[in-house]
């Protein structure tokens, strides 16, 4: 199947909530600050989309009124009244910040909301005691950098901090480690392993003077032993009779060309001998019938910029080809089997739109190396 980013919307989120033995990602957003709160919401949902993950929002503030201590630090809470309000007014402000965020699409509605008041540390510890991923401001007010400072030096948890600027809309296309090998960078990197094995890249900046190819070597097994686990998965799923979508670029497009497929998420129905229905998704412009690129979600390009696109061209059509189920041979590899589908999906958007560009002959996608060690991984190391 090939998707041209248009139908990529948010599938929808879920409440943060402890899972049965572990089975989901939770992320939870800290708001202590009203500046910092829509950044926040957006990163959290980003990366608890990026993994089937769980969201959920807590407003984090300071409340004299519940806090136990010293005369000087209830002068300072109060005299923040002056200029940012009651710590009441700064929920409310914060509260509907995130209601405005949780209406504006539809998959956002489970996205889960608490409020902890009081003491700083012991609401992110309290907060943060199921997470799996903690976001959290920067920078902001007062109770801003006290919940930062406690979640890098106190929470344990892992953590993710929105940057100064707005990057780019998928912000696991390029990750980069600070890597040293030692106990606190390997808890590091397995608390982060589902986010590094949805990364499109990552790249070990080793500070330290040892062998760089052991330190690929011991970043590589992580990834190969996620994408090992995914595939078996899969197959289990195959063989219980589900049907599963697959996009198998990687990535998306704006509808005029064909990326290669990478082979590893077709080693399922390889492995189970299960058939593959290649299909081709093309959206052209009702009137004229040409291809349209209003609802291309590539690049730099939001969510709510792709929506606003849509709405505001004219009635577009959207056309499925479905081809003739692909049957895996015996001992056949998954490269070829790949190459098979491809071809398949390839005529298919050609069909559509003859100037369609296509991948070279026998080309496939640069992850098939996650299951085998094979070359072409999308994982480096770089020492300084």
């Given amino acids: 199947m090939t998707e041209d980013k248009?139908?990529?919307?948010?599938?929808?989120?879920?409440?943060?909530?402890?899972?049965?033995?572990?089975?989901?990602?939770?992320?939870?957003?800290?708001?202590?600050?009203?500046?910092?709160?829509?950044?926040?919401?957006?990163?959290?949902?980003?990366?608890?989309?990026?993994?089937?993950?769980?969201?959920?929002?807590?407003?984090?503030?300071?409340?004299?009124?519940?806090?136990?201590?010293?005369?000087?630090?209830?002068?300072?809470?109060?005299?923040r009244e002056a200029s940012e309000g009651t710590a009441n007014e700064r929920l409310a402000r914060i509260r509907g910040i995130f209601e405005d965020w949780r209406r504006e699409a539809p998959g956002r509605?489970?996205?889960?909301?608490?409020?902890?008041?009081?003491?700083?540390?012991?609401?992110?510890?309290?907060?943060?005691?199921?997470?799996?991923?903690?976001?959290?401001?920067?920078t902001g007010n007062l109770d801003a950098r006290d919940v930062v400072h406690a979640v890098l030096f106190q929470s344990h948890r892992l953590?993710?901090?929105?940057?100064?600027?707005?990057?780019?809309?998928?912000?696991?296309?390029?990750?980069?480690?600070?890597?040293?090998?030692?106990?606190?960078?390997?808890?590091?990197?397995?608390?982060?392993?589902?986010?590094?094995?949805?990364?499109?890249?990552?790249t070990a900046v080793c500070v330290n003077d040892g062998s760089t190819d052991d330190t690929l070597t011991e970043l590589l097994a992580l990834r190969r032993a996620d994408a090992r686990r995914i595939m078996h998965y899969l197959s289990d799923c195959l063989r219980d009779g589900a049907i599963i979508t697959v996009f198998p670029e990687g990535t998306t497009t704006d509808g005029r060309s064909l990326l290669p497929f990478h082979a590893n998420l077709l080693q399922a129905p390889v492995t189970t001998g299960k058939p593959v229905q290649p299909l081709c998704l093309f959206y052209a412009d009702e009137a004229s019938g040409r291809h349209t690129m209003a609802p291309a979600y590539i690049g730099e390009t939001s969510l709510i910029e792709s929506i606003d696109m849509i709405l505001r061209a004219p009635p577009m059509t959207v056309r499925l080809s479905v081809g003739a189920p692909q049957y895996p041979q015996e001992g056949q590899h998954r490269r070829a089997f790949a190459l098979g589908a491809q071809k398949a999906v390839g005529e298919a958007l050609q069909a559509f739109l003859p100037e369609a560009v296509l991948p070279a002959n026998g080309s496939v996608g640069s992850r098939d190396a996650a299951f085998d060690g094979e070359a072409g991984d999308s994982a480096e190391a770089v020492r300084i």
């Avoid at 990057?167 to 589902?194: E, M, N, S, T, Y």
């Fill in 159 to 202: 953590a993710l901090l929105p940057p100064y600027r707005p990057g780019p809309a998928d912000f696991l296309r390029h990750v980069v480690i600070g890597w040293k090998p030692d106990d606190h960078a390997r808890r590091g990197v397995q608390a982060a392993k589902p986010w590094l094995a949805a990364a499109a890249r990552v």
């Fill in 109 to 138: 509605s489970q996205a889960g909301w608490r409020d902890c008041s009081g003491e700083i540390d012991r609401c992110v510890a309290a907060e943060c005691a199921d997470a799996d991923l903690v976001v959290a401001p920067r």
């Fill in 6 to 79: 248009s139908g990529r919307g948010s599938p929808g989120l879920r409440e943060a909530a402890p899972q049965p033995g572990g089975s989901a990602s939770n992320v939870v957003v800290l708001l202590p600050d009203q500046v910092t709160a829509r950044a926040c919401l957006d990163l959290g949902e980003a990366a608890a989309l990026a993994v089937g993950g769980a969201m959920r929002a807590v407003h984090i503030g300071a409340d004299p009124m519940a806090m136990l201590g010293s005369a000087e630090e209830m002068d300072i809470q109060l005299l």
